[in-house]
């Protein structure tokens, strides 16, 4: 059975920093794209970031760039996400999700729980 | 960056109705586009992939069509298990967009 496990949320202060992970289990970690998913309090889905099965290729939406930093360990099939100089506006439930089969990084068809994210002074 | 636009916003149905919710982008995706349902507290679920593909346990009274900018899910018969917000999104290119969403609520 597929399993993916966030954490590391909390509340910070705007400009902190926090340390999101994902921990994976029940396929071939390896083998799959993973990426980030937020969904701010009451909205829709937005897609943060992702990376290639190897990590060798990462991606993020402008919002995040610089800011955020996706990264993964294939041996021990766990995924993080850095996140500095955090804002207002990243407060969000943020999934881990794996990606589909054959997809590059986009198209997932497994979600973990979540892990909130509260940025507040 | 590609726009996923969902229409409606909301839809009130009654259990046994059919419903479609139409999904377009900004430029052609091809097929690569999938569909979620999400229930309330509750971590997205894939029910279709490649715009038409079932996934493995989504019931059969759904349906998805299209291919390059319009897309389609159809619900034939609706169940009480069906009230929630779906989401498309386009995963041709990067950023991977979604749509805003279509709350299926209880007329």
């Known amino acids: 059975e597929v399993q993916l496990v966030e954490s590391g949320g909390g509340l910070v202060q705007p400009g902190g920093s926090l340390r999101l992970s994902c921990a994976a289990s029940?396929?071939?970690?390896?083998?799959?794209?993973m990426s980030w998913v937020r969904q701010a309090p009451g909205k829709g889905l937005e897609w943060v970031s992702g990376?290639?099965?190897?990590?060798?290729?990462?991606y993020y939406t402008d919002s995040v760039k610089g800011r955020f930093t996706i990264s993964r360990d294939n041996s021990k099939n766990t995924m993080s996400l850095q996140m500095n100089s955090l804002r207002a506006e990243d407060t969000a439930i943020y999934y881990c999700?794996?990606?589909?089969?054959?997809?590059?990084?986009?198209?997932?068809?497994?979600w973990g729980q979540g892990t909130l994210v509260t940025v507040s002074s | 960056d590609i726009q996923m636009t969902q229409s409606p916003s909301t839809l009130s149905a009654s259990v046994g109705d059919r419903v479609t919710i139409t999904c377009r982008a900004s430029?052609?995706?091809?097929?690569?586009l999938a569909w979620y349902q999400q229930k309330p507290g509750r971590a997205p679920k894939l029910l279709m992939f490649?715009?038409?593909t079932l996934e493995s346990g989504v019931p059969s009274r759904l349906s998805g069509s299209g291919s390059g900018t319009e897309f389609t899910l159809t619900i034939s018969s609706l169940q009480p298990d069906d009230f929630a917000t779906y989401y498309c999104?386009?995963?041709?290119?990067?950023?991977?967009?979604f749509g805003h969403g279509t709350k299926v609520e209880i007329k």
């Open positions: 999700a794996k990606g589909l089969m054959g997809a590059t990084v986009g198209g997932f068809d497994y």
């Open positions: 029940g396929f071939t970690f390896s083998r799959y794209a």
């Open positions: 990376t290639t099965s190897t990590g060798g290729s990462t």
């Open positions: 430029q052609s995706i091809g097929i690569w």
């Open positions: 490649k715009a038409s």
């Open positions: 999104q386009q995963y041709s290119s990067d950023p991977w967009t």
